[in-house]
């Protein structure tokens, strides 16, 4: 349809696209220009693997003091808890160094959901172009765990693997002792979670030239599951 075809792109360029990454912060015109190029992802990949890298070595030490610090669930051994702990701590030094791989695989996998909520009301998208989006809308995520980072590390050692999800959005409110799964629902209501639906409906809106409205449907579906999947994991969490 001739309403939903993207405002024409720049000419590639690798500068330029770590440039114009910084649109997907503000710019949501700008933004959308950038979700044709087939490689504009390297740039924020390049960027937020660096970030997130540096983040993990950082928090390591205090990590591993929240693992020796976790009091070990009721009816557990000690011995097979130290255990789990410790293949625990090796698989957050892996996933550190592979963040570039898990990235990627989480852009896609986002890129396709929104991918089938756009097909379902008629937003002809192509994948390459909400996986840009994805990338794009990434480098939120990535501020939002350097902020994270600042404020565990000026907090000190953790007394528990709660600790290392510092409060930043409504959970800051949330009295001592309220329920886990509530506590997960408020933290979700915070600046960065707002600032990244508002881009990513802006930008939808602009690139495919619909209402404000129908790229909210479009994009609807993504937040919903990630606000289920954090539900179900304070759910499952030590208490």
Known sequence: MADQV?????????????????????????????????????????????VLIVLGVLNMPLVQQAMMNQPPPPNMDPE????????????????VFLSPV????????????????????????????????????????????VVQAVILHAKGEPSGMADLQPAIGLDIFAPQGTNHVLVAFLGFVNVFEIWMIVMAVLITAAAY???????????????????????????????
């Open 102 to 145: 898990i990235m990627v695989v989480f852009w896609a996998i986002m890129a396709l959901i929104v991918y089938g909520a756009c097909a379902v009301i008629s937003i002809q998208a192509r994948f390459i172009e909400l996986f840009n989006l994805m990338a794009g809308l990434s480098l939120i995520t990535m501020l939002q765990a």
């Open 6 to 50: 993207l405002p024409a792109a720049e000419p590639e360029s690798p500068m330029s696209d770590f440039g114009g990454m910084f649109n997907f912060f503000i710019d949501a015109q700008a933004a959308a220009k950038r979700l044709p190029r087939k490689w504009f992802w390297i740039a924020p990949l390049i960027l937020a693997s660096i």
């Open 80 to 95: 097979r808890y130290q255990h789990g702990m410790q293949v625990g701590m090796m698989i957050q030094k892996v996933a």
């Open 209 to 239: 030239r619909v209402t404000k409205g129908k790229a909210v449907v479009a994009i609807l579906p993504l937040f919903a599951l990630a606000l289920l999947l954090k539900l179900v994991g304070a759910f499952f969490s030590p208490r």
